[in-house]
């Protein structure tokens, strides 16, 4: 649930429902299938999402872990995803069982930074590459090294272990541009292959695992058969690649069947090759070999899949730079090949889908393949976002990306891609068919959402407005139905070069145009608005008006048919970010940097209400609750609720770190966390009913007890709500009643010892016996632990309150009494582990030192009483006291001869 409408009056709460952190910016990544499982390495620490849904984000470790603590340099998963060992940056090993997150033990491992990790198919060794140039292989189960390789010359990138296991076969590549073959059993190097000029990137082997394919930011593929130690072809690729992987054979035959190829019965060896690197493309290609033949192998180039619809003479530098491939991972039980690329888009493409249009891309008649999904690992900076109708997306973001993204409530995303630099804007019509986004690149675009329900994205920009010299900040577009059922729909665009511009949108011309034409906009009217860059623009409901918001203040009014002046609206002090109009008044609404909200009345232009209360600029505010109330965002990361009506501040949300720049169904922040909001106004207070009644029923109970002296049950249920002065009362009618019930000369000692039995019995939290035999004796078994420490918590709780007992004269001979019965019933290596205990024993002994010393400045003063009741004897004839004060005298001058 989002940030809907509601209808049970006003809302006032509003609580996080699902919270997207990110979980990848192009460190290490890895999937396991056996546990469903995507494993990424964050800004030194480990993150764990669930494969099928991104929306649970967790950390495999507690922030006060001693290795998180650490910074987190590489990592490796077990085959069956239920151990990972990461490597630190002080160069250890911690091995970690990711289901219970518990440390199996840390190895120190190497001298330099472990830049590479790799397990064994049995998930007992793993082998590690240094930055001292060394290659190590640990059992991980026992913990200790079992061999160690220093045949390289420079830091060691890549470490894999042989697929097969029985062979013990490791190999590294390394900058010093070789891979080394190491066997395990002899512990030496047989094999060093020197055929690359530049870095090997990566390391993949056939499914028999005779061929070892290596590729390289050298650009070639080098392919060397493992039984002869030899190089059987190199490969040019004409791009630095970065991966490279070896589809199963039953996939790869698959493919190259549906290519037109043919296969030679005697061909044994089908495996086809997937690499990407530098240009954002998906090399698919196959080699074959006739048995051990080394004469037949043979390399075919197979087709391309380029992850963007978009060439590279389309794209600046920088952002071809972002489409380019970090990883390449194959996923054999799904049939599915995920490719990561460096703007921290994750692009999963099912093969069966590949395979059945591998005709068309040999062909060229198809170029661009959607993937079946996309996932986001970050999306950096949020700067705007529309909550789309009608569409199988939630909401539409922009981000610093010129990819246009769209997003579900399960975090799915699918992208749109058109626009050659980052898009600043976006706006949506109210059937969410038409969306309109403002770009650096200068242009405006206009999309059609209908492609999303398709298998490809390249034709959904259906439009696009040229004109502006400066970079799009703010664009509208019309919202009432009639306006586009009459033809007459249009976009309006501001820039930083203060020019506000209309465009007509003939939506019934596109909808008939051809499916690879994007058609160009004109601007019908062009006028320059404000002094200063523009940044926002919003449409009224009817069409009618459009609402300017600029850097220079001031916020103006325009005829959406002309663009005619109409009015301006001055009075906040600082830039204008937002402006808004009211879907059911004639209201429109402006958020400033001088951290304010401003309601201002369309019918006399002027303010009726200052929502005040923002310590940071007022970023974004959006109506909720049909139009009587606002959330309103700002730079500090804050989310405020507001009623208009009485422009109270109902609550502050601060589930958000950094600043607010998107609101709409769901509020998302530059740090890329995305927070899906549930009202739960509902919830809140049939919560606060429930615990009134219980409140209510243990008062009852409370009283009942009281009523009857039980003061054990009296007093467990006067800290369960927690009132610090009815337990006093309770224990103050305890000791009264022990003293009255007492025979002897010192009632006090007796009374306060009589504490110590209900101390006990608290400490046991023997409340309610079993009632049978086998209850009685499984609550000795599995709730002795249980109770005790439950207990010890009732106790704790009291020393509190008797701490601050004994600070007050009047209460301190209660809180004296308990600590007196409290040291007697425990003993003090027991007292000594409670942290109360620890906390409070300086201030007990101060205040209890204090009490001692007034107790004997009223003895001392009872000295002079004494004297005076002995001198009064003289005067008073004794006849004439009565047998008390004649008791009393005497006891007296006892005391004082």
């Given amino acids: 649930m989002s940030l809907k409408d509601s209808v049970d009056g006003i809302t006032k709460v509003w609580k996080a429902h699902k919270v997207l952190e990110p979980y990848f910016r192009g460190g290490k990544v890895d999937i396991s299938e056996a546990s469903n499982r995507l494993v990424t390495e964050l800004d030194g620490s480990i993150k764990l999402v669930q494969w099928d849904a991104q929306s649970n984000v967790e950390s495999l470790l507690p922030e006060d872990d001693e290795v998180e603590q650490q910074s987190i340099a590489t990592f490796c998963l077990s085959p069956n995803g239920k151990e990972i060992v990461v490597a630190t940056t002080r160069f250890s090993l911690a091995h970690y069982h990711i289901d219970t997150r518990e440390c199996q033990r840390v190895i120190k491992a190497h001298r330099m930074p472990i830049l590479s990790m790799d397990f064994d198919h049995t998930s007992t060794l793993v082998a590690t590459g240094s930055a001292d140039r060394s290659v190590k ?66 390391l993949t082997f056939t499914h028999d695992g005779s061929i070892l394919v290596s ?54 060896l089908v495996s086809v090759l997937v690499s990407g690197g530098e240009k954002g493309v998906l090399q ?22 380029p992850l963007s619809p978009l060439v590279s003479g389309q794209m600046t530098e920088d952002i071809a730079k972002l489409k380019s491939i970090s990883r390449i991972l194959y996923l054999p039980k799904s049939k599915e090949v995920v490719a990561f690329t460096n703007d921290f888009n994750i692009c999963v493409y099912d093969l069966q889908t590949i395979t059945s249009q591998a005709s068309a891309l040999v062909d060229g008649n198809r170029r661009f393949v959607s993937p079946d999904r996309v996932l986001i690992g970050s999306h950096g900076d949020i700067l705007d976002m529309v909550r789309v109708s009608n569409c199988p997306y939630d909401v539409a973001l922009v981000t610093n990306s010129p990819q246009l993204r769209f997003m579900n409530r399960q975090f799915e995303c699918q992208v749109l891609e058109g626009h050659q630099d980052i898009i600043l804007t976006i706006d949506v019509s109210d059937d969410g068919k038409w969306i309109v986004t403002g770009s650096k690149d200068k242009t405006c675009r206009v999309w059609n959402t209908a492609a999303l329900t398709t298998s490809s994205s390249v034709n959904a920009c259906v439009a696009i407005a040229q004109g502006h010299t400066e970079p799009v900040g703010a664009v509208a577009i019309a919202h009432n139905a009639a306006t586009y059922l009459s033809h007459k729909a249009f976009i309006v665009s501001g820039a930083g070069d203060k020019i506000l511009k209309r465009w007509s949108l003939p939506v019934h011309l ?19 608005a404000h002094e200063k860059d523009i940044n926002c623009l919003a449409v009224s409901p009817n069409d009618q008006l459009i609402a300017s918001a600029s850097q220079d203040k001031s916020i103006k009014l325009w005829s959406a048919q002309d663009l005619s002046a109409i009015a301006t609206l001055s009075g906040h002090k600082r830039g204008v970010w937002k402006v808004r109009f009211s879907p059911v008044d004639k209201v429109l609404m402006s958020c400033s940097g001088d951290r304010t909200v401003r309601l201002w009345s369309l019918q006399d232009y002027t303010i009726i209400r200052t929502l ?72 809140e207070e049939a919560a606060r009913l429930h615990e009134a009644e219980e409140v209510l029923l243990v008062e009852q109970s409370l009283s009942n007890d009281l009523r009857h002296k039980r003061y054990t049950q009296a007093l467990r249920k006067a800290m369960k709500l927690k009132q610090p002065f009815r337990v ?57 632990e249980e109770a005790k420490n439950k207990g010890e918590k009732v106790l704790m709780q009291l020393i509190d309150y008797a701490k601050e007992w004994n600070t007050n004269a009047k209460h301190c001979f209660v809180a004296q009494a308990f600590f007196q019965s409290l040291f007697r019933v425990a003993s003090a290596e027991k007292l000594a582990k409670w942290p109360a205990v620890r906390e409070h024993i300086a201030g007990l002994l101060a205040y209890t030192e204090r009490h001692y010393q007034r107790a004997s400045r009223l003895r001392e003063a009872t000295y002079l009483l004494d004297h005076v009741l002995c001198q009064m004897t003289g005067v008073l004839p004794l006849e004439s006291l009565n047998e008390q004060h004649q008791q009393k005298i005497a006891a007296a001058e006892a005391a004082f001869n």
């Avoid at 145009?513 to 004109?522: T, V």
């Avoid at 609750?625 to 609550?651: M, P």
């Fill in 137 to 202: 292989v640990w059992d991980i189960l026992k913990g200790y090294c079992t061999h160690s390789f220093t045949n390289h010359t420079d830091i060691v990138k890549v470490v894999r272990f042989h697929p097969d296991p029985d062979k013990l076969a490791l190999f590294s590549s390394s900058d010093d541009n070789s891979i080394c073959m190491f066997d395990l059993r002899t512990s030496s190097c047989i094999a060093q292959f020197r055929d690359h000029v530049s870095l090997p990137s990566s």
């Fill in 215 to 268: 590729s390289g930011r050298d650009k070639v593929i080098n392919c060397y058969d493992l039984r002869s130690h030899s190089l059987l072809k190199t490969i040019p690729i004409m791009e630095e690649l970065e991966s490279v992987v070896a589809l199963n054979p039953d996939i790869s035959r698959a493919i190259v069947l549906g290519c037109g190829i043919s296969l030679k019965k005697q061909t044994s």
């Fill in 284 to 305: 698919f290609s196959v080699i074959t070999m006739a048995g051990h033949d080394l004469a037949s192998f043979n390399f075919t180039y197979l087709f391309q899949v």
């Fill in 510 to 528: 596109v909808e008939k145009q051809e499916d690879d034409y994007i058609m160009p906009l004109s601007p019908s009217h062009s006028i320059r």
């Fill in 612 to 683: 005040e209360g923002h310590t940071a600029s007022v970023l974004n505010a959006i109506y909720i609750n049909h139009a009587t109330q606002i959330i309103s965002s700002s730079a500090d990361g804050l989310l405020r609720l507001w009623t208009i009506r009485s422009g109270e501040l109902l609550r502050t949300m601060e589930d958000h770190q950094d600043r607010i720049w998107a609101l709409q169904s769901l509020p998302l922040t530059s740090d890329a966390r995305v927070i899906l909001w549930k009202d739960a106004t509902a919830d």
């Fill in 728 to 784: 006093l009362s309770i224990l103050t009618s305890i000791l009264e009643q022990l003293a009255s019930a007492t025979n002897g000369e010192n009632k006090a000692e007796w009374s306060v010892a009589g504490l110590d039995e209900i101390l006990v019995e608290l400490m046991a939290d023997k409340s309610k016996k079993a009632t049978d035999k086998d209850d009685e004796a499984a609550a000795d078994e599995n709730g002795d």
